[in-house]
């Protein structure tokens, strides 16, 4: 059989390694961010019995010797403290983001409505309406768009991932529409191969779903040689973002088709967050899930192949050969967060990321496809604080946390360049509300330097809502699906949407007259730009609607 000439181990460092690798240390003499949000954790200093300065010079006086400790002690923190302000002012922190103050930021107004202290922003008020326009107007006159990007390349990419480049091969088994190939089975065939996949640990909704795997992974190793293969798989096609842009609803409706299958939950996020450990960047870092946790996800889907392969089809089923394996991740798109703390950013004179995460999946996938569905970025901002906001909730906060988040953005811009801004861990760790998510051009953009177009459909939310059948058969036609059943065309077209807005929040109404103006000024010149490259003036949003 042809498809069985594709053999592979595993090579380079153990999964147990790769797993423990822990985040790429800044050991240089720059100082730590203003706005740092991970703070390296370390044991406190063990001593025992007496301390050092008690033994050199205090004498038997234990009173002198912690008064003398003291003093040293505090002229040592003031020469501390002085040389990293020296530092800090004359160097910058070209490793995170020096935040100059934006020279229309306002100082604190009363306020007014519940008189218990200082509102750090008020766009209610004439004087801060027309500060934070300034913002906007300085904003919109640092606008620039970067065509062209500097590629890395192949060998770096490896050198930086080499474990996921050793597990994953360069061609995929034949006369199968799914990248897929044969990997060696080394380990015990009775045992668990999934015992130490870090989803099945940690996301206790899918251990059903790793229970049935387990029967089902023995009855499909395949012998060849006197050795045992596994079959695995990778997505033939990715829903790459936009969240809060209905990239649910879009997985829900493709579910339904025959030919598709998807990972065993939707967003894995394992190409921008648990490859290198993060669940939660609050939380800090936890093990790293190597890339054989990520292609675990696709066994369900990849027996179904393999059946077919076998001839152990079910009577009746669709040919397996087509099925299609998709992977929606909305994060995909736009988050590089992690680049500051694993990647070698020192020669990097603007801060700009030296991967992004696109440039991973091309050289292992340059045939794959993408779908980008898209919104309103003002209608998207909110209604992204709305479902990831936990507490006090309210038009006046989204308001104040918008005019933050712009002075923020704006003082970065005074140091460093718009892609650098977008790509500013600790910028996007400070702002309030993710203003950087819907910056679609940005991203597109950088997207198109490793796709081609043809790769990427790229939709809207609007239309999408408005005629569900036509933005479905756009999807059906890019990723060459079979033709439906009039049933089943209408089973997936005309089912209720999915994840709308929760009841308590759509009791909250619309966003405030003025945060819409205000948004709408800051998002403009970016969507103008989106259409002229998409070709689509639909992708202005001259003419904005609320969804829900």
Request: charged content about 25%; hydrophobic content about 35%; some cysteine.
């Given at each position: ?31 730590m ?43 040592f ?19 995170g ?70 597990v ?29 996949n ?6 206790r ?21 006197g050795?045992?293969y ?103 798109m ?50 992204d ?31 460093y ?42 939709l ?54 003025v ?34």
């Open positions: 059989m042809t498809h069985m000439d594709y053999e592979y181990t595993l090579l380079g460092s153990s999964m147990e390694d790769y797993r423990k690798r822990p985040l790429k240390p800044q050991v240089d003499d720059s100082p961010s203003l706005f740092a949000v991970l703070e390296l954790k370390r044991d406190p200093l063990h001593l025992h019995g007496p301390w050092p300065w008690c033994t050199l010079g205090c004498g038997a006086s234990t009173l002198t010797c912690f008064r003398k400790v003291k003093l040293y002690g505090f002229l923190g003031l020469a501390v403290m002085f040389l990293i302000m020296a530092s800090y002012i004359l160097t910058g922190d070209k490793k983001l020096l935040l100059t103050p934006s020279p229309y930021h306002s100082s604190t107004v009363p306020n007014s409505g519940s008189g218990t202290g200082p509102d750090p922003f008020n766009v209610s008020s004439a004087k801060d309406y027309a500060t934070v326009k300034l913002v906007v107007k300085n904003l919109a006159s640092k606008v620039e768009f970067s065509t062209t990007r500097q590629l890395p390349e192949r060998e770096a990419l490896i050198h930086s991932e080499p474990h996921m480049f050793s994953i091969p360069h061609k995929f088994l034949p006369n199968v529409k799914n990248p897929c190939w044969y990997e060696e089975h080394t380990g015990n065939i009775s045992g668990d191969p999934y015992r130490t870090l989803y099945a640990r940690y996301s909704r899918f251990r059903t779903v790793f229970e049935y795997l387990r029967k089902a992974f023995r009855e499909h190793l395949y012998r060849r040689g050795k045992y596994r079959i695995r798989c990778l997505p033939y096609f990715y829903i790459i973002g936009q969240p809060k842009c209905g990239t649910t609803d879009l997985y829900d409706r493709l579910q339904l088709h025959p030919e598709v299958r998807f990972t065993t939950f939707k967003e894995p996020h394992w190409w921008t967050r648990k490859r290198f450990g993060i669940i939660r960047l609050s939380e800090g870092f936890h093990d790293r899930y190597p890339v054989e946790d990520y292609l675990d996800l696709f066994d369900l889907a990849a027996y179904q192949i393999q059946d077919n392969l076998m001839g152990n089809a079910h009577s009746g089923a669709p040919e397996q050969h087509n099925i299609i394996i998709g992977e929606a991740s909305a994060s995909t736009w988050d590089n967060n992690a680049w500051a703390y694993f990647y070698d950013n020192s020669t990097e004179a603007e801060a700009e990321p030296p991967f992004l995460i696109q440039d991973f999946i091309h050289t292992l996938q340059p045939d794959a496809r993408f779908i980008v569905m898209l919104r309103d970025p003002v209608e998207r901002l909110y209604s604080y709305l479902y990831f906001g936990i507490t006090n909730k309210s038009v006046e906060d989204f308001q104040d946390k918008v005019s933050e988040s712009l002075q923020l953005f704006e003082g970065c811009l005074t140091e360049t718009m892609r650098s801004c977008v790509y500013n861990t600790t910028l996007n760790n400070a702002m309030p509300v993710r203003l950087q998510v819907g910056l679609y051009i940005v991203y597109i953009l950088d997207w198109l330097t490793v796709y081609s177009r043809e790769q990427i459909l790229v809207r939310l609007e239309d999408h809502a408005s005629n569900r059948k036509y933005t479905m058969h756009q999807v059906f036609d890019f990723l060459n699906l079979g033709l439906l059943t009039e049933q089943k065309e209408a089973e997936i077209t005309k089912s209720p949407a999915s994840n709308t807005r929760r009841p308590a929040d759509k009791n909250l109404g619309p966003m405030l007259p945060t819409k103006e205000i948004l709408r000024d800051f998002y403009t010149p970016f969507n103008k730009k989106l259409a002229k490259v998409l070709r689509n003036d639909s992708f202005r949003w001259d003419k904005p609607s609320e969804l829900i």
